[in-house]
């Protein structure tokens, strides 16, 4: 079988087809950064939820279903975000706001360093999905996020029952640096045993977006319900051979978070 030259694979015109989607990707995190309310939040929550998974899952070269693959991201993501508090903590470091901001611009140049090169067209049959389905999973997206957006329109303050408690362990996990085993100076505990992953994961955007606790709290709610849609969709997708990718992300819009 007759293999492309190098010449050919390193020509100017495949070089520009690589460089011209980074181009469009730089452009439009440069309008969301400036443009769009919470611009930062925006740009920076979606790169630290996802884009460590993505290096991971890249480095880890294992084959997957492709509608599994950015169900892997979230949750790799999301794990490797505490574990490095837990690690940083065990070693008696800090987790602190710069090291935050280095972290994001060293995964952003990671991820685009893992793209140069990158010529793979993405289409509905690569994905394996029929195009029914990528419409119904598309609309599904958009209800989910209209929903989220819905949930929180006016508020100020999460009014859910426990939001004070969490909000207090969002500010500790911030202020220390580190996993939440007391709650001082706020309350005298020192035994502090929770689920502290996501109060991490929050002071980390916090410190990344440049937002407050409260609007913190809102929006990476709303977010994280979202990112169910990919993650249950995924599921679907390996569980049904991504027959049924809607069954499972079809609760996202009508859940709360």
Not at 131 to 145: C, D, K, R, S
Request: net charge positive; with cysteine; aromatic share 8%.
């Amino acid at each position: 079988m007759a293999k492309t030259s190098p010449a050919v694979q390193d020509s100017p015109l495949a070089t520009t087809r690589t460089r011209w989607p980074l181009a469009l990707l730089a452009a439009g995190a440069l309008i969301v950064l400036l443009l769009v309310p919470h611009g930062r939040f925006w740009l920076l929550a979606p790169l630290l939820l996802i884009g460590p998974g993505y290096l991971i899952e890249r480095a880890w070269a294992v084959a997957l279903p492709p509608l599994v693959r950015p169900a892997v991201w979230v949750g790799a993501s999301i794990a490797a975000i505490t574990l490095v508090y837990l690690w940083f903590t065990t070693a008696g470091l800090r987790v602190t706001p710069t090291l935050i901001n280095l972290s994001a611009l060293g995964i952003g140049l990671g991820l685009l360093w893992s793209w140069r090169g990158l010529r793979t067209r993405l289409t509905l049959a690569s994905l394996g999905l029929p195009a029914n389905l990528a419409l119904l999973f598309g609309l599904v997206l958009l209800l989910a996020g209209w929903s989220r957006v819905q949930h929180i329109a006016g508020l100020q303050f999460p009014p859910w029952v426990d939001s004070v408690h969490h909000a207090l362990i969002i500010r500790v996990v911030g202020e220390s640096g580190q996993v939440p085993y007391s709650l001082r100076p706020y309350l005298p505990v020192d035994r502090f045993v929770y689920h502290w992953g996501y109060h991490a994961l929050a002071a980390t955007v916090m410190h990344a977006s440049g937002l407050d606790l409260p609007t913190t709290m809102l929006w990476l709610g709303q977010l994280l319900g979202l990112l169910q849609v990919i993650t249950l969709a995924g599921a679907a997708a390996a569980l049904c051979q991504a027959t049924a990718i809607t069954a499972g992300s079809m609760t996202s819009p009508v859940s709360s978070v």
